[in-house]
């Protein structure tokens, strides 16, 4: 429910604009225009989740509701250039799709949230249904075991696609030595590769996504599992997972190298594209949908005297009050500020306020973030008093 919850509003045209994690963190259905429309389909898959509906109830509930306000059968539809084409809307099909992959999702959202909290469970089993419906390449994976820790959850925990009903089976020590299994290493056997995710058939553009692919053989044989386009990431994309996932690291590798590799994972492809969506989509929306992201990871010798290391930012403070009050003092950071944020943390100059407990991170054209003992950012602005602070003692470098 929590993950369901924390997922944003994203009017789009096509399903293909969204991009890896991006669309992990936000409720999306291709070529609803209207927010009320996708008001009411998130509101579906929600109370379908916390009641345990079925689909039939799912769509008897929903189909009337859809028709009523036009968003049924195929139409032609313009948009906002002013261009026509003729799509398919709600329809039966469209509604298990709809269904069954934000369940799926949530589903295994908690699924591996459990997983990764719980110390007796060293290590997760893919599991794919092995059926005439199973996509080959889901198929390819099955049964295969990996470290929870292992890089392979960052962009593989089902679904890997629409309407995928794989999932993960968590396994302790014990039970991996009853039943014989073996322990993979995904290092070395991953492969990204960008493939073309449909065309618009009005303009001609074609949708790139990014895949990732791991080889199941050994020796460099074997069967290669790749996601679906727009899969490439994990559900639990989001602070409270980095938060546990950099736990896990301190106990495997030891603080430097944790903080390290964490901060890698932070700022890969995906996760800079999941936070340029959700900083494109508060703006656009211009309203809080109670949104965060992770923003960054302090550096390992500051998170030691710290609460919290995980850094993350609540959409609030990018349109709400705090935000108005900054713009109205012209001291507000831009879009692209926002956006070239996490870019920036890693190099960042970073000061404890003597007043407050607050850590203070410096960034290029005199930004300074304000960073709570818990890990949130309070606020971010253009501090035109930062070197007087800084000369009188209040901001003490660290």
Same mark, same amino acid.
């Given at each position: 429910?929590?993950?369901?919850?924390?997922?944003?509003?994203?009017?789009?045209?096509?399903?293909?604009?969204?991009?890896?994690?991006?669309?992990?963190?936000?409720?999306?259905?291709?070529?609803?225009?209207?927010?009320?429309?996708?008001?009411?389909?998130?509101?579906?898959?929600?109370?379908?989740?916390?009641?345990?509906?079925?689909?039939?109830?799912?769509?008897?509930?929903?189909?009337?509701?859809? /028709?009523?306000?036009?968003?049924?059968?195929?139409?032609?539809?313009?948009?906002?250039?002013?261009?026509?084409?003729?799509?398919?809307?709600?329809?039966?099909?469209?509604?298990?799709?709809?269904?069954?992959?934000?369940?799926?999702?949530?589903?295994?959202?908690?699924?591996?949230?459990?997983?990764?909290?719980?110390?007796?469970?060293?290590?997760?089993?893919?599991?794919?249904?092995?059926?005439?419906?199973?996509?080959?390449?889901?198929?390819?994976?099955?049964? /295969?075991?990996?470290?929870?820790?292992?890089?392979?959850?960052?962009?593989?925990?089902?679904?890997?696609?629409?309407?995928?009903?794989?999932?993960?089976?968590?396994?302790?020590?014990?039970?991996?030595?009853?039943?014989?299994?073996?322990?993979?290493?995904?290092?070395?056997?991953?492969?990204?590769?960008?493939?073309?995710?449909?065309?618009?058939?009005?303009?001609?553009?074609?949708?790139?996504?990014?895949?990732?692919?791991?080889?199941?053989?050994?020796?460099?044989?074997?069967?290669?599992?790749?996601?679906?386009?727009?899969?490439?990431?994990?559900?639990?994309?989001?602070?409270?997972?980095?938060?546990?996932?950099?736990?896990?690291?301190?106990?495997?590798?030891?603080?430097?190298?944790?903080?390290?590799?964490? /901060?890698?994972?932070?700022?890969?492809?995906?996760?800079?594209?999941?936070?340029?969506?959700?900083?494109?989509?508060?703006?656009?929306?211009?309203?809080?949908?109670? /949104?965060?992201?992770?923003?960054?990871?302090?550096?390992?010798?500051?998170?030691?005297?710290?609460?919290?290391?995980?850094?993350?930012?609540?959409?609030?403070?990018?349109?709400?009050?705090?935000?108005?009050?900054?713009?109205?003092?012209?001291?507000?950071?831009?879009?692209?500020?926002?956006?070239?944020?996490?870019?920036?943390?890693?190099?960042?100059?970073?000061?404890?306020?003597?007043?407050?407990?607050?850590?203070?991170?410096?960034?290029?054209?005199?930004?300074?973030?304000?960073?709570?003992?818990?890990?949130?950012?309070?606020?971010?602005?253009?501090?035109?008093?930062?070197?007087?602070?800084?000369?009188?003692?209040?901001?003490?470098?660290?």
């Amino acid at each position: 429910m929590k993950y369901l919850e924390s997922k944003g509003l994203r009017v789009t045209e096509r399903w293909q604009e969204m991009r890896d994690e991006a669309q992990a963190r936000a409720f999306t259905v291709a070529h609803v225009a209207r927010l009320d429309v996708l008001q009411d389909l998130r509101r579906g898959v929600l109370d379908a989740a916390r009641e345990g509906k079925t689909l039939r109830q799912f769509s008897d509930e929903l189909t009337p509701l859809l /028709q009523s306000k036009g968003w049924w059968g195929k139409q032609v539809v313009v948009d906002s250039e002013g261009g026509a084409e003729l799509v398919q809307l709600g329809s039966p099909h469209r509604l298990k799709t709809i269904y069954q992959t934000n369940l799926q999702s949530a589903y295994m959202a908690g699924r591996m949230q459990t997983a990764m909290e719980a110390e007796a469970f060293p290590y997760l089993q893919y599991v794919a249904i092995e059926d005439g419906r199973t996509r080959p390449s889901h198929a390819a994976l099955n049964g /295969q075991v990996f470290r929870k820790d292992d890089p392979i959850w960052h962009t593989h925990t089902p679904p890997n696609g629409f309407n995928c009903r794989c999932r993960v089976r968590p396994l302790t020590a014990g039970q991996v030595r009853r039943e014989g299994l073996t322990v993979h290493e995904s290092e070395g056997e991953l492969e990204t590769r960008t493939v073309e995710a449909g065309t618009d058939p009005r303009t001609g553009e074609v949708f790139v996504a990014e895949q990732t692919g791991i080889r199941t053989g050994s020796n460099g044989q074997g069967k290669m599992m790749w996601t679906d386009p727009g899969f490439n990431s994990s559900p639990l994309a989001g602070h409270n997972f980095d938060k546990v996932l950099l736990r896990k690291a301190q106990a495997a590798l030891g603080d430097d190298a944790a903080y390290t590799d964490v /901060q890698r994972v932070v700022t890969s492809a995906p996760r800079l594209r999941a936070w340029d969506g959700f900083v494109g989509n508060t703006f656009a929306q211009g309203t809080t949908q109670g /949104q965060t992201m992770t923003l960054g990871v302090l550096p390992a010798q500051l998170a030691q005297a710290s609460a919290a290391s995980v850094l993350f930012v609540e959409d609030r403070l990018l349109v709400g009050a705090k935000a108005r009050r900054h713009a109205s003092r012209g001291d507000a950071p831009t879009r692209a500020q926002w956006e070239a944020m996490p870019r920036q943390m890693p190099a960042a100059r970073w000061y404890r306020d003597t007043e407050t407990g607050n850590l203070v991170a410096e960034l290029p054209e005199g930004l300074y973030v304000i960073v709570s003992p818990a890990g949130a950012v309070d606020s971010a602005y253009r501090d035109a008093q930062a070197a007087r602070k800084i000369r009188s003692g209040r901001w003490v470098l660290v």
